[in-house]
């Protein structure tokens, strides 16, 4: 038995992840991720008319994407006012998910995507993803393929996959990931912290393996609940099933 | 909450059937919806609760953090109240700091919390003057199908029944943290919301979205386990005084049952 | 001779009012209430075209209301930018109007209604409701009756009528209330604070008589000024009149 | 103050008129609107006054509260100028944060009363770099028929006039309230606005709205009472340097008449 | 030689000024200028569209115009959102440049003035003015003639010419000018500070003379810009060519 | 940066070239367009630098203050950058605070600073948890010609770079100025920023507006002179692993360029 951390895990070990569809009920798509302490919740609306309409595009759909911490999903109290950091994820997790899309076949509306943290414990922007992608499903919006994420990152030295609260907190780098299953593309790429070019090889194979792992779990949500589509359906998939 | 989704005839229907005494999804006058509380969902927040009215979906987080008292009670703790409408919750809820309705909400459960004096605010006091502990009470709307009030009432004095304090002595002004178990804070009250809604002149209780929507008035009583009237919001439409007599004579009963669920 | 409060008010006894109409130039309609201290000026515009237009309706006209403070009209000076009570207000003062409106008689149209509160001594909702209806019949719009608005509240274990600041402040329960005159319904009824249900009932019968009360006074305001519309006419009703 | 209501053939007529040295209104060409002023309507405040020129009408109230000095005047008291073109003073004002117009109309109200040097800020301080007393002066327009400078100007002395403070004393950095009766501030200058209007070649005071939207360019002055010029602005348009010369003539006479309305 | 400023100058002298046109690349018109150590640069934007669209006029174009200060132009850093100081010179440089258009030949459309303060040292106002100026003619927009702008004070008792900074905040009065070439009429009049009549009167001169140098400036840089159009041409003035 | 203003045939010929290795302006892939840096433009800044990059401009600014360290860094300076993308700078850009695209140049750049560790933020400290010096670092784009990433990340390390403060001393948690010359910072590291776009499956540099607007996809690779990785941001589109791997060897090549372009 190798390098242990902090949690048991080994390096290359993701967290226990349980994902659920269709959890909202007047949403036109929703999905809950769980992943180690975090938890994120998703809706989709759309594709709907665009207010204001000025933003509307002849060409195909635009995506408005809101990635948001609820105010007790973290150790301090968090202001509910977007922060500067939100505002940015927004952004990211609208684009890691906007190559999965065929927006042009409905010119001139909006897809709405709201992503909430209901609880921080590391890799929040990547479980959004994960979970956008699974809504977008639910809201029986074609797809080119899902979308998988998780980070890779450097803490104590060691390169490692999908850093829970604690190692991300101290971490010296954090390397978000996704991954778009068909195509295998990276559609989310982002490095904070400090990595030598062996490092980040290392590190962006760990979380492209992770994304897959989690793209079987998303794969698995998907059919449970096309096959049995009763609310609240919920796939455990413990330490055991993300290897 | 502005934008008019429901079709005329189900409005119809609703104002009918309410006439004779019946409900569109087939409740009785004074029947709930079926609900549903979970608690400590969120271990990040010194307390939690997740409560479901039929669809509708209310998450609360209660956060107790240090700060300055209020200049007019000095020797007090605290309380926050704060609603998100969050946009995943419904089509009609959109980004951007509270509007009128999420104030209305917050305001409406805080004076129900306070009124009541289920938390003893004295006992949160610190420094007087200088720093107490300010309870944040936030709810979270994450799926919007009718009566936030009742919903997000019962949500937060959930929270608050599940909220811990860690140990400590307040000595000098300063908190100390003390080693041991977490213990919950005393609750002196439990004040429940009862929204009631008045339609082809019955009346009846926790109106779904498309009742809401087409209901003639709407009224929130807020009582303790005392029977006690701590709050009172009409919202739009109009009553008789007898209606609000008779709404506070619903409000008695039904409020035994809300009480019982969060046991 | 029963018990007697702080300014020498009998406990079912108004304060002072005086009602003055069609006060301003520029507005449609307008209206000045004053009560003991309190002192509110109200304005009305319209029915005029929305702005946005998307806000307009076409089954009726909407209702906009502001409920607003003067920063000097506080003990403490008020931040002028609306707090979360006078939003709350706002709403709560337009749907005290509401059903006293025939909103379908001007599509896609808008009432503005704008109150002031120059001076805050306690009951400012319930003054500006007042004040409100006596704006809305300046500025010709059709009403199903007058709102007439008091406010009882319980101090030191009394339950009294329309409670001035200090009462106010000290009070164990406020229980505004507005009475629509023609129908003898109740369109705004809020409590704050705590009453067992027989107190209940007692302050209510007790705000609706002063509702009833300043009704008459609403009248006789009315009928002075559409006898001789001479600007900045008052009805003075002291306490006698207003028994 | 953007949306032009006026007829075109009103605004020709204005001009036509002014030419000729005559108003619409049969005013003459130096004569302001009938000016009323009340004091003391506002007891909540330290200081009140509400000025009609004409249909325009302001409420002015001054509040003394403490706060912290300007870091480059730390041994002198603060004033603060905000004025709120409320809603219901015109069918163009909007609720919302204050807007350029209402924000000019504050600062040079703000820089009439400041550099007349009227309050005597030194003794004003508490604590030197901490604790000075501060001077809020909050315009409030009612009815907005043009001129609001003059009318606000006008206003804010009246209610620093009417302004009284509690008797205190300031002792190691902190004010000792005493018992007795509040005595007025201590005035030592009377500023006051006059707005000159140019159209069809002529001069005129005290434009009403309809006159304001008509005519070329308009000028305010603030002049003390030994006719020292403390603020000028040029609203939109242009003036000859003869022009200006001559308006601060006709504010030099002009002036006097205002100040007078102020006894 | 009479008296002499803190930085030499005589009492009636500009500070070293530089102008140069066309600096910027996407603008449909840029200038900039440089006045002592005042450092300010200009862009304009348009006859272009106006969004949203209510605020378009058919009688002409709407003029928008916005003065910004950089947040490390000041000694202490600025924050960066508008001041009511900005807010107020926007209002106040748009109406100095307003009497020297001809806004009835674009109906329906906006230009917008964007004038940034990259570093203040005085008289950032009037610098601004005569940049906004230059920018607008680069932009090809017709003008009635250049607007040139300059501010007189009084400072230690003695009325002086173009105040820089140190003079600026210990000075009696500020008397910001702007002059319209070829009407020689005043389009920026403001006075901040307590002047004498007389002393208005020669800080009113002295600054229309500061206003008509400063024009010739304009008109040399003018010049040299169309005879030899090449980028980032700056016509140089030093202390010699102001007077 | 939403509004495609680039006619189809460019962005079909943009991509035709890269396909056959070329640029629509004639540069190699691995070229940038000219470099220019000016330092020391702003006197009133503590540093200042320009960069061009082509008709790219930025301005950044950097002001050292004191204030309140991060709570979780006590005893370190604090680094605070902020972009604005003023309106003078394109047709695009609008007037107000800062937009997503504003707050992700900020947020870019400073991850490079401040992963590289190139300000020793140990030094910066003056009184452990209550007072520190504040390094603002504010970027100023002027002029929009596409790479607004490379240009500011390299404008705020040269403006670092010109960055001088006053000798000064550390005495009892407060700053003793000194006598003497101002030296310049002490700077550790010195990352820059290459951005890669993906057009036509060919990978190059620098791209300009119109071929920002055209590409596939968008990488932005920090590193510092050791060629260590400080920061990344994929932009709009998706790369394989091979593609990513290529463009930091790519950024390698590149970036000692552009550090030459410091010097």
Avoid at chain 1, 117 to 127: F, S
Avoid at chain 2, 156 to 165: P, V, Y
């Amino acid at each position: 038995m190798g390098y242990r951390r902090i949690d048991g895990r080994a390096p290359d070990e993701l967290r226990p992840i349980k994902m659920a569809l269709g959890v909202l009920d007047k949403a036109d798509g929703s999905a809950y991720v769980e992943q180690g302490g975090t938890k994120v919740l998703v809706a989709v609306y759309g594709p709907r008319e665009v207010h204001p309409r000025h933003l509307a595009s002849p060409e195909g759909s635009i995506i408005r994407c809101r990635y948001h911490m609820a105010p007790f999903s973290t150790q301090e109290r968090k202001n509910p006012a977007p922060s500067r950091r939100e505002i940015e994820l927004s952004k990211v997790i609208r684009q890691a998910l906007t190559p999965a899309m065929f927006l042009e076949l409905y010119p001139r509306t909006t897809i709405d995507i709201f992503a909430e943290v209901l609880q921080a414990d590391g890799g929040t922007r990547c479980a959004c993803v994960t979970a956008c992608s699974l809504a977008l499903a639910d809201a029986g919006i074609p797809l080119k393929g899902l979308v998988a994420s998780c980070a890779a990152g450097k803490y104590q030295d060691q390169i490692m996959l999908d850093l829970n609260d604690v190692e991300d907190k101290g971490c010296q780098a954090d390397l978000p990931v996704a991954w778009l299953s068909t195509t295998g593309e990276i559609t989310l790429l982002q490095l904070n912290g400090l990595l030598t070019e062996d490092e980040f090889r290392e590190a962006l194979s760990l979380a492209l393996k992770g994304c897959r792992q989690i793209y079987e779990i998303q794969r698995e949500t998907l059919m449970n609940y096309y096959m049995a589509p009763a609310k609240e359906l919920v796939s455990e998939v413990g330490q055991e099933g993300s290897k | 909450m502005s934008i008019n989704v429901i079709p005329q005839i189900t409005r119809e229907r609703i104002l009918e059937l309410a006439g004779k005494g019946r409900r569109i999804d087939g409740r009785f006058l004074y029947q709930y919806r079926p609900i549903r509380i979970e608690r400590g969902l969120i271990k990040k927040a010194d307390g939690s609760a997740q409560v479901s009215i039929g669809s509708t979906k209310v998450l609360v987080g209660v956060k107790i953090e240090t700060g300055e008292p209020f200049p007019d009670t000095p020797d007090q703790g605290v309380l926050m109240v704060n609603a998100e409408l969050v946009p995943l919750a419904s089509p009609v809820f959109e980004p951007g700091p509270p509007n009128e309705d999420a104030l209305e909400l917050a305001r409406v459960v805080d004076r129900g919390l306070r009124e009541s004096k289920c938390l003893r605010f004295e006992d949160l006091c610190i420094n007087p003057g200088r720093k107490v502990f300010v309870v944040f009470v936030d709810i979270y709307v994450l799926d919007y199908d009718g009566n936030l009030f009742d919903a997000s009432a019962l949500a937060s004095i959930a929270a608050l029944m599940d909220t811990k304090m860690k140990p400590h002595r307040i000595e000098a002004g300063e908190v100390l943290w003390l080693e041991g178990e977490p213990s919950p804070l005393n609750l002196q009250h439990y004040p429940v919301s009862i929204t009631i809604a008045k339609a082809g002149g019955a009346l009846f209780v926790d109106p779904s979205l498309e009742e809401e929507q087409s209901v003639d008035a709407l009224l929130t009583i807020t009582m303790d386990e005392q029977n006690r009237l701590c709050a009172i919001q009409k919202g739009p439409g109009s009553f008789t005084s007898e209606e609000v007599f008779k709404s506070v004579q619903i409000a008695k009963e039904v409020s035994n049952y809300l009480r019982e669920s969060l046991k």
